[in-house]
């Protein structure tokens, strides 16, 4: 019955060794499905997703995070209610992960600092508009000045935009495992709030 099935099929510490596996392989290989998960968040009335990039993993302090326009509507929305998911699915692998936590706004600290310097050159254009993502415009635009769009900036010029820049961390508090097979998916419960880690099967 177990042919062909992966050595982590039934055993729940050997998917938690492969969730963080996906997220780091995901974060350094753009073409994987891990690189781009879909953000959701919420207030009251109202939830809502986007795709983001991941930008950083760390298995250690059990947190992952994003970059985003400090601008945008989702900052208005974690304002008001700080936590988020991170939903991922890789069709060739059959899993998908709900990553779910604290969410923390880093703007203009030792992390935003770090994370502007390693953001590439051409990347900053996202961070090059004047007015904030989301506002209505009479015609259609990329929000961008002509130069800005053609990417004929210097990267001292581009310094502008980090007053706009910031990274989104979720710390972790739990994870859903959803594994699909053909004969008998599997589903798993990862509690990270605890001092020990607690796992257990769901029926999926
Ligand atoms: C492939 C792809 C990658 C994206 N990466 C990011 C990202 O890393 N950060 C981000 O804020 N938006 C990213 N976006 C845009 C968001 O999906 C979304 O349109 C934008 O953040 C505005 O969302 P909001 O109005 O809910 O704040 C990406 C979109 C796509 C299609």
């Given at each position: 019955?177990?042919?062909?099935?992966?050595?982590?099929?039934?055993?729940?510490?050997?998917?938690?060794?492969?969730?963080?596996?996906?997220?780091?392989?995901?974060?350094?290989?753009?073409?994987?499905?891990?690189?781009?998960p879909v953000f959701i968040c919420g207030?009251?009335?109202k939830s809502d997703g986007r795709i983001v990039?991941?930008?950083?993993?760390?298995?250690?302090?059990?947190?992952?995070?994003?970059?985003?326009?400090?601008?945008?509507?989702k900052?208005?929305i974690?304002?008001?209610?700080?936590?988020g998911t991170l939903l991922?699915?890789?069709?060739?692998?059959?899993?998908?992960?709900r990553?779910?936590?604290?969410?923390?706004?880093?703007?203009?600290?030792?992390?935003?600092?770090?994370?502007?310097?390693?953001?590439?050159?051409?990347?900053?254009?996202?961070?090059?508009?004047?007015?904030?993502?989301?506002?209505?415009?009479?015609?259609?635009?990329?929000?961008?000045?002509?130069?800005?769009?053609?990417?004929?900036?210097?990267?001292?010029?581009?310094?502008?935009?980090?007053?706009?820049?910031?990274?989104?961390?979720?710390?972790?508090?739990?994870?859903?495992?959803?594994?699909?097979?053909?004969?008998?998916?599997?589903?798993?419960?990862?509690?990270?709030?605890?001092?020990?880690?607690?796992?257990?099967?769901?029926?999926?």
């Amino acid at each position: 019955m177990q042919k062909n099935k992966p050595d982590y099929y039934n055993d729940l510490d050997k998917i938690y060794l492969k969730i963080w596996d996906l997220l780091k392989v995901g974060l350094k290989n753009r073409d994987l499905p891990f690189h781009i998960p879909v953000f959701i968040c919420g207030s009251k009335d109202k939830s809502d997703g986007r795709i983001v990039v991941l930008r950083g993993v760390d298995e250690n302090e059990k947190k992952i995070w994003f970059h985003t326009d400090i601008r945008s509507n989702k900052i208005k929305i974690l304002k008001s209610n700080p936590e988020g998911t991170l939903l991922f699915y890789d069709k060739s692998e059959k899993i998908q992960l709900r990553v779910s936590g604290i969410i923390k706004i880093n703007y203009q600290n030792d992390k935003t600092i770090k994370s502007w310097e390693k953001t590439a050159h051409l990347s900053r254009q996202c961070y090059l508009g004047d007015q904030a993502p989301g506002l209505t415009t009479d015609m259609p635009t990329s929000g961008l000045k002509e130069k800005i769009d053609n990417l004929k900036y210097t990267l001292e010029e581009s310094e502008i935009g980090y007053k706009n820049f910031c990274v989104i961390e979720t710390y972790i508090k739990s994870i859903e495992w959803l594994y699909l097979a053909a004969k008998g998916h599997r589903r798993a419960y990862f509690d990270l709030n605890k001092t020990k880690l607690e796992k257990k099967w769901l029926i999926p």
